[in-house]
Every structure is written in structure tokens, then in C-alpha cells.
Nanobody
């Protein structure tokens, strides 16, 4: 069983930056592919970024965040990060961390474990 706890959300002005963190419980973190998804009010939960297990040498990004967001992981801290730059009002959403035992993907249904989410609000 994996438990995930997100933090770092908040209110930021357009053009600003935030870094989200997701702390994972258990001893299997390094063997888990990790991902971030987001869900805006009235919309589906969309893929943001994912990172491969072990050394995280493979990453994937949703088209809307490429070049602005960076996903990374620190296995010693059981934590995955999402560095968000040049934020836009359309980035406003609840951001969820997810984990799976397998390769990193951008498909929501591939992930078995989810955090409770952290709110990110970008003002114009």
C-alpha cells in the first residue's frame, strides 16, 4: 500500500512559480513510476507529467505544460516534485500525485494510488 500526500499549492499571480511536493509512504517508492494530474472545476482529470521509476531518467509532459513544468524525484526522501514556471490562469486546478508499479505513462487509469490533491490558483 502506498500513501501519497501533496503539498505546496497556493495562490500565485500569472507569470509566477510554485513547486509542488508529493511525499510517499512505504519502501517501494523507488520502484514506482510517479505522475501529476490536475483537475479544474467541471473538467476531467488531465495528465500533467510523469517520471519513470528508479533514477527517473524518463519523463513525459502534457502538451499544455511542456517547457514550463519540470517533474523530478528524490528517492532518498520518498518525494516527487513538480516545479511550475510561467504559470497561467488556465493552470488553476487541484493537482494530484499518483503512483504505479510499472512504466511511467500519461494515462489516468494506469495509476493505482492517489493523493488527496493540492489546490493551485493562478490569478490574472
Amino acid at each position: 500500500q502506498v500513501q501519497l500526500v501533496e503539498s505546496g499549492g497556493g495562490l500565485v499571480q500569472a507569470g509566477g512559480s510554485l513547486r509542488l511536493s508529493c511525499a510517499a509512504s512505504g519502501r517501494t517508492f523507488s520502484r514506482s513510476a510517479m505522475a501529476w494530474f490536475r483537475q479544474a472545476p467541471g473538467k476531467e482529470r488531465d495528465f500533467v507529467a510523469s517520471i519513470s521509476k528508479w533514477n527517473g531518467d524518463t519523463t513525459y509532459y502534457g502538451d499544455s505544460v511542456k517547457g514550463r513544468f519540470t517533474i523530478s524525484r528524490d528517492n532518498a526522501k520518498n518525494t516527487v516534485y513538480l516545479q511550475m514556471m510561467s504559470l497561467k490562469p488556465e493552470d488553476t486546478a487541484v493537482y494530484y500525485c499518483a503512483a504505479r508499479y510499472g512504466v511511467a505513462t500519461g494515462t489516468r487509469n494506469d495509476y493505482d494510488y492517489w493523493g488527496q490533491g493540492t489546490q493551485v490558483t493562478v490569478s490574472s
